[in-house]
């Protein structure tokens, strides 16, 4: 197989995808590095920030925490302005009044974060209460602690009423008990209310919940299809407890804008426990209809699903591309063992595929395959997990929309799917002085493999002038001589120096007659 490189992304930490054209991956080192778009092989340093320990992204922002409790964001409008028109003035801006960050959460149209004494702040729309802060709408920067509450004792309340039943963030109420339309949506940080002790946040496009270290779960936001577990389909302005659940480890909710409002809570003893929207089977209850409140998941033989260590929800999982790896292409609303998996240290799931890393290093993959994302040297969907080739000791894998990215035990990079490359794509460290390919009189030369540095290659019957040998490096700064053959059973000799000065590599090709081949 053919590897195409993507320059610069060693020691990885983190990969991120905040806009259809750019990467931008977070290194051990704390610096940032991005690739402008997917036809690039080239990365770049982010030259505007340092010392970053994590970076996230929602619809509108990617969000920069740094190793001292800072957050700073960057607005797609400006990133888009920074590479297209090389604006340098376009940069991150530090998010006043957030300080002591230990974590960071994304949304698709907001991002929360949690303080190290586990107090929990939110950015984004104020639409659907999303904030939780119990405010319709505030058009200025500004943290509060008032209290906006609709109840009998209130005065003005007639007022008040009207204003609970309008749509969420048309109007502001004021200290007075007055009301004033407001036309722009701030986009500003807000202390969440009632709110502490929180261990970490997850958020889909209109709710957001919130894991307390006690185990239990809190929501606010929308609430059309019960996705905030409290036994209602009332949008909460302010966290409520989702019900029946105690004991939570961890939370996963769906990715999809118009079909995920869904949520699926792991607890300590591996039980599954589901709530919110099941128009197509997606809690895995047996039933479409929606939950209010949480169900314990149980298998397709009805029998209690316990020893879950983790849970992955892709974008769409109906099975009409053999997404469920059950061997068949029919939806099941019951959860179903994957075909032929054992020994799975991980798994992580696109839109329509899905991948799994073996304790041997091999990754499998089923699903969709129409952008080669399933990286099987082909493009027919699978309903069975099949070996991706080319790749072995492999550590780290993530499935996003149609491609798969993986990472080997010498911290290299590939991907492959939707990245306009026909085959895996490879990011190497400095000192990479492979080649790509070699090609002879302008045809690939088959049997290479970027291993090997000695080939004995047989020329067509009738050549009579020495072979033209040339090649692609994958580093575009490495650099390289080649010593051509003068006879048509010469040697050619290539020598590749990487970027870094010093690993050089050398590959020798023996030509030979057809006429030796007798």
Not at 204 to 225: E, F, H, P, R, S
Not at 328 to 353: A, C, E, F, M, R
Request: hydrophobic share 35%.
């Amino acid at each position: 197989m053919k590897f195409t490189q993507i320059y610069g992304f060693d020691n990885v930490k983190k990969v991120v995808r905040p806009l259809s054209l750019y990467y931008f991956a977070l290194k051990d080192d704390g610096s940032v590095w991005y690739r402008r778009n997917v036809s690039d092989a080239q990365t770049y340093l982010l030259p505007c920030i340092k010392d970053v320990i994590d970076i996230n992204i929602s619809s509108d922002y990617i969000v920069f925490l740094f190793q001292d409790g800072t957050v700073y964001k960057w607005n797609k409008y400006n990133v888009n302005s920074y590479f297209m028109g090389n604006n340098e003035s376009e940069i991150p801006v530090q998010i006043n009044g957030l300080s002591d960050i230990v974590c960071i959460g994304p949304s698709q149209s907001g991002m929360c974060f949690v303080r190290k004494d586990g107090l929990a702040f939110s950015m984004g729309s104020l639409s659907s209460g999303k904030l939780g802060n119990g405010l319709l709408n505030q058009n200025y920067p500004k943290k509060t602690e008032r209290e906006y509450v609709f109840n009998d004792e209130d005065e003005n309340l007639e007022m008040k009423k009207k204003v609970s039943n309008s749509f969420c963030g048309e109007y502001e109420l004021l200290d007075d008990g007055t009301v004033i339309p407001v036309s722009n949506v701030s986009k500003q940080n807000f202390s969440v209310k009632n709110l502490s002790n929180v261990v970490r946040l997850y958020a889909n496009y209109d709710y957001i919940l919130a894991l307390k270290d006690d185990g239990t779960v809190w929501a606010w936001g929308k609430n059309q299809y019960g996705q905030l577990g409290d036994g209602t389909n009332i949008t909460r302005y302010e966290p409520v407890q989702v019900k029946n659940l105690s004991g939570i480890v961890d939370i996963i909710v769906g990715k999809d804008q118009n079909q995920g409002d869904y949520a699926i809570a792991r607890r300590h003893d591996g039980t599954l426990w589901a709530w919110g929207r099941n128009n197509n089977g997606y809690l895995g209850d047996g039933t479409t209809e929606d939950r209010y409140i949480p169900v314990k998941l149980v298998d397709e033989n009805k029998s209690e699903l316990n020893g879950i260590i983790s849970v992955k929800l892709g974008r769409n999982y109906i099975n009409e591309y053999g997404q469920l790896g059950d061997g068949t292409n029919t939806q099941s609303l019951l959860p179903k063992k994957v075909n032929n998996l054992s020994g799975v240290i991980t798994i992580s799931t696109g839109d329509y595929h899905s991948l799994a890393l073996k304790d041997d290093g091999s990754i499998w993959s089923w699903g969709n395959n129409s952008e080669g994302q399933l990286g099987n040297n082909g493009v027919t969907n699978s309903n069975i997990p099949v070996k991706v080739v080319g790749l072995s000791n492999v550590v780290a894998i993530e499935a996003e929309a149609s491609t798969s990215i993986f990472m080997d035990n010498n911290y290299t990079l590939w991907e492959c799917g939707a990245i306009k490359y026909d085959t895996l794509a490879r990011v190497t460290m400095e000192n990479d002085a492979n080649l790509r390919y070699i090609t002879i009189n302008n045809s690939f030369l088959e049997s290479f493999d970027e291993d090997l540095t000695e080939y004995n290659v047989i020329l067509p019957p009738g050549t009579t002038k020495a072979p033209n040998v040339e090649l692609k490096t994958y580093n575009p700064y490495a650099t390289y001589t080649i010593v051509q053959p003068d006879t048509i059973d010469g040697i050619a000799i290539i020598e590749v120096t990487a970027c870094d000065g010093e690993t050089t590599k050398t590959y020798k090709i023996k030509f030979n007659p057809s006429s030796y081949a007798d």
